[in-house]
């Protein structure tokens, strides 16, 4: 049997947990209704729309990828610490695209120089961070959008990250009136707004989602299949996860309603009902993300949020067991420094040659597809109030699929530009004046979901029935 089964899902998320334990997950608020106005942007008149940030590393140079296609319309440029390598990125980027990208403009920034980062989110409406892992140097370009009055998006997958900024920044953000979006990348639009676009298709009150994500190679497989800043990105993720419980204790201080029938936790081994595939629960950030996702609805528009679980689904048993057995060594090893260190300094002796320095080739890249099943029960009828109780259990399912390819890179960096443009053409369709939000809670009444649609995802209803 081959490894790669085992580490796929390393490849569509930044800080996948590759283990069968499912974290406690209490969402309870930070989200406050306070009117405001729209965010005027003050910086319309700025050198840039967009800046790409980080551009001249893997994920980095997949962004300016897409931006040749997506933002060919609006003023973009690319920044970094090294003249040199984000010259060169211009070159390779431009050669792929077939195109000459030498007058795009280069902005040199580096996270250890607040001013320099200053200096670029002065520079642009919109900064594009892909400069990761963004635990380490994510707070520092975040600060900087925040003194400069810049929105933002990235593709932190990482949990404390993304709970621990809106924490501390999302109120200053909407008195600043900018965009602070993270999980823009696979972790976590295909979960978020494949929730969004279930509900909307509802026609209904959803009483719970459930979704299994599947990954499938084509063709030729190889080794090195993960690149290290991934790699690093969970490493860093798992050995602090202990962080989490204390940030959630003060970020959703607030009772959510008790939305009953409880959706109950599947065995931690499996069988999915959609497609009878051999699964474990999903560690990445998308049950984290749908919550707060529904939590922001349900304080900004009265609205019962839904329960969500996710989950992961393999091509057998033996692979199955196999994540189960590997995942448990890793969390072992990433608990001690020791551990950490050799993690971090052998990558492909513990990953046993699926993580390189290099990186996937593009060929592996796009013989990578993912489809993420959404199953969600509810109501045929509304209540007046979330805090009303059905007295008969849910009548409806819809069964809904979101697919792509090229989770990791391609799809992600979509979906990261999509999210940047989106905040330039749509605000006013936006919640709020700003914010630290999550992608359902910022574009949801947006034509996000479309314009995915447009370049290479799919998103589509199965079926729908009555129970």
Same mark, same amino acid.
């Given at each position: 049997?081959?490894?790669?089964?085992?580490?796929?899902?390393?490849? %569509?998320?930044?800080?996948?947990?590759?283990?069968?334990?499912?974290?406690?997950?209490?969402?309870?608020?930070?989200?406050?209704?306070?009117?405001?106005?729209?965010?005027? %942007?003050?910086?319309?008149?700025?050198?840039?729309?967009?800046?790409?940030?980080?551009?001249?590393?893997?994920?980095?140079?997949?962004?300016?990828?897409?931006?040749?296609?997506?933002?060919?319309?609006?003023?973009?440029?690319?920044?970094?610490?090294?003249?040199?390598?984000?010259?060169?990125?211009?070159? =390779?980027?431009?050669?792929?695209?077939?195109?000459?990208?030498?007058?795009?403009?280069?902005?040199?920034?580096?996270?250890?120089?607040?001013?320099?980062?200053?200096?670029?989110?002065?520079?642009?409406?919109?900064?594009?961070? &892909?400069?990761?892992?963004?635990?380490?140097?994510?707070?520092?370009?975040?600060?900087?959008?925040?003194?400069?009055?810049?929105?933002?998006?990235?593709?932190?997958?990482?949990?404390?990250?993304?709970?621990?900024?809106?924490?501390?920044?999302?109120?200053?953000?909407?008195?600043?009136?900018?965009?602070?979006?993270?999980?823009?990348?696979?972790?976590?639009?295909?979960?978020?707004?494949?929730?969004?676009?279930?509900?909307?298709?509802?026609?209904?009150?959803?009483?719970?989602? /459930?979704?299994?994500?599947?990954?499938?190679? !084509?063709?030729?497989?190889?080794?090195?299949?993960?690149?290290?800043?991934?790699? +690093?990105?969970?490493?860093?993720?798992?050995?602090?996860?202990?962080?989490?419980?204390?940030?959630? @204790?003060?970020?959703? %201080?607030?009772?959510?309603?008790?939305?009953?029938?409880?959706?109950?936790? @599947?065995?931690?081994?499996?069988?999915? =009902?959609?497609?009878?595939?051999?699964?474990?629960?999903?560690?990445?950030?998308?049950?984290?993300?749908? %919550?707060?996702?529904?939590?922001?609805?349900? /304080?900004?528009?009265?609205?019962?949020?839904?329960?969500?679980?996710?989950?992961?689904?393999?091509?057998?048993?033996? /692979?199955?067991?196999?994540?189960?057995?590997?995942? +448990?060594?890793?969390?072992?090893?990433?608990?001690?420094?020791?551990? @950490?260190?050799?993690?971090?300094?052998?990558?492909?002796?513990?990953?046993?040659?699926?993580?390189?320095?290099?990186?996937?080739?593009?060929?592996?890249?796009?013989?990578?597809?993912?489809?993420?099943?959404?199953?969600?029960?509810?109501?045929? /009828?509304?209540?007046?109030?979330?805090?009303?109780?059905?007295?008969?259990?849910?009548?409806?399912?819809?069964?809904?699929?979101? +697919?792509? !390819?090229?989770?990791?890179?391609?799809?992600?960096?979509?979906?990261?530009?999509?999210?940047?443009?989106?905040?330039?053409?749509?605000?006013?369709?936006?919640?709020?004046?700003?914010?630290?939000?999550?992608?359902?809670?910022?574009? +949801?009444?947006?034509?996000?979901?479309?314009?995915? &649609?447009?370049?290479?995802?799919?998103?589509?209803?199965?079926? !729908?029935?009555?129970?």
């Amino acid at each position: 049997m081959t490894l790669l089964p085992i580490v796929i899902p390393l490849l %569509a998320v930044q800080p996948l947990l590759l283990f069968p334990l499912v974290l406690p997950l209490r969402m309870s608020a930070a989200w406050t209704k306070k009117a405001c106005t729209k965010p005027t %942007a003050m910086n319309m008149a700025r050198r840039l729309d967009v800046i790409i940030f980080g551009a001249s590393g893997f994920t980095g140079k997949y962004a300016v990828l897409e931006s040749v296609k997506l933002l060919a319309n609006m003023k973009w440029g690319i920044a970094g610490r090294s003249q040199n390598k984000l010259q060169d990125t211009l070159k =390779e980027i431009g050669e792929k695209a077939k195109t000459d990208l030498s007058h795009v403009p280069i902005v040199l920034a580096d996270v250890n120089n607040q001013d320099s980062l200053i200096n670029m989110a002065r520079d642009c409406r919109v900064i594009v961070n &892909c400069c990761g892992p963004y635990r380490l140097y994510g707070e520092p370009v975040l600060k900087a959008c925040l003194a400069e009055r810049t929105h933002h998006v990235d593709v932190s997958g990482e949990p404390q990250f993304l709970e621990g900024m809106q924490l501390k920044y999302h109120e200053a953000a909407k008195e600043k009136g900018i965009y602070l979006i993270s999980a823009c990348g696979f972790d976590s639009i295909p979960a978020d707004m494949g929730t969004v676009f279930l509900e909307q298709q509802f026609d209904g009150v959803v009483n719970s989602v /459930e979704s299994y994500i599947v990954s499938k190679q !084509t063709g030729r497989r190889e080794l090195g299949a993960i690149h290290y800043g991934t790699w +690093a990105s969970a490493v860093h993720a798992i050995a602090n996860m202990n962080e989490v419980g204390e940030i959630r @204790r003060k970020l959703f %201080a607030k009772k959510m309603p008790d939305v009953k029938p409880k959706l109950p936790e @599947r065995p931690t081994l499996h069988r999915s =009902e959609q497609g009878n595939k051999w699964s474990l629960p999903f560690q990445g950030a998308d049950r984290s993300c749908v %919550a707060r996702t529904q939590r922001f609805f349900y /304080e900004t528009e009265n609205k019962r949020p839904l329960q969500m679980r996710a989950y992961i689904s393999f091509g057998g048993l033996a /692979e199955a067991l196999a994540v189960s057995f590997v995942g +448990a060594i890793f969390w072992m090893m990433v608990k001690t420094n020791f551990g @950490r260190q050799m993690l971090l300094n052998h990558p492909k002796l513990f990953s046993f040659g699926m993580v390189s320095h290099e990186g996937p080739s593009d060929e592996a890249m796009n013989n990578t597809h993912f489809a993420l099943y959404f199953e969600g029960k509810g109501w045929e /009828e509304k209540l007046a109030s979330p805090e009303d109780k059905y007295t008969t259990p849910p009548n409806k399912v819809i069964r809904t699929k979101v +697919a792509g !390819t090229n989770p990791g890179y391609g799809a992600t960096c979509v979906a990261l530009v999509l999210c940047g443009r989106t905040i330039l053409e749509e605000s006013d369709k936006m919640p709020g004046s700003g914010g630290f939000l999550t992608p359902g809670a910022a574009f +949801a009444k947006t034509n996000l979901i479309n314009e995915l &649609c447009k370049n290479g995802f799919t998103f589509e209803v199965l079926s !729908t029935a009555k129970l």
